[in-house]
């Protein structure tokens, strides 16, 4: 069957790496398979015209960014990562959940944040092509408080609508208002069982 336009992201990404030389056998396809399902049933899609100015790596991350997605290579294969909530903790190798306490860290776990400053954000404007106008809007997206005085602009190629544009960026701004902290320590080798964006059990003393 000929190649035909598409709005699907998976499709669309995986007919890019594939005219980059890529086999089956570099891709994890059932990450992939997954993705497809996940953005089908919340309606994701990538609406974008590609210049030759594009980098492969720019279209696919833009890509899979309106999936909610980033590129990633894991044991040697090109992997999807879907930043969504998990339910139960995860190991990327294997069945089991990988733990990490003091029984198997080599550094002991140090939690650290920013102190509150008037440099933070307090906002995010996202720059959207519509559908309807034909032309780069903003939407702008604030949480209960937010005041807009210093906003984070962004720039979502692919998404065409200005709800699933605002849907994005309140998710990002509460990335910015509920991941500040960091949770540091070393592990040896059982910090091979997790990947990008894995969820973990942590424990301390």
């Not at 999936?67 to 990327?92: Q, S």
């Not at 032309?135 to 984070?152: F, H, L, M, N, S």
């Amino acid at each position: 069957q000929p190649a035909q336009p598409t709005r699907d992201i998976v499709p669309f990404v995986l007919n890019v790496l594939k005219s980059l030389g890529y086999t089956d056998m570099d891709i994890n396809l059932p990450e992939f398979d997954l993705l497809h399902e996940e953005c089908h049933a919340d309606g994701q899609f990538y609406d974008q015209s590609i210049d030759d100015s594009s980098t492969a790596k720019e279209v696919i991350n833009n890509a899979l960014a309106c999936g909610w997605a980033e590129l990633t290579i894991a044991n040697g294969k090109i992997k999807p990562v879907r930043d969504v909530p998990r339910a139960v903790f995860e190991r990327e190798y294997g069945p089991k959940t990988q733990t990490y306490s003091p029984q198997n860290m080599t550094k002991s776990l140090v939690i650290s944040g920013p102190l509150n400053s008037i440099n933070d954000y307090d906002g995010v404007d996202v720059e959207y092509f519509s559908s309807v106008s034909w032309a780069w809007e903003t939407v702008e997206c604030r949480w209960p408080g937010d005041q807009g005085i210093k906003v984070e602009k962004l720039k979502l190629p692919g998404v065409s609508d200005k709800d699933r544009a605002y849907q994005w960026g309140m998710r990002r701004r509460g990335h910015q208002l509920f991941r500040q902290d960091t949770y540091s320590w070393s592990t040896e080798l059982d910090g091979r069982n997790s990947g990008y964006l894995s969820f973990c059990a942590v424990a301390s003393d």
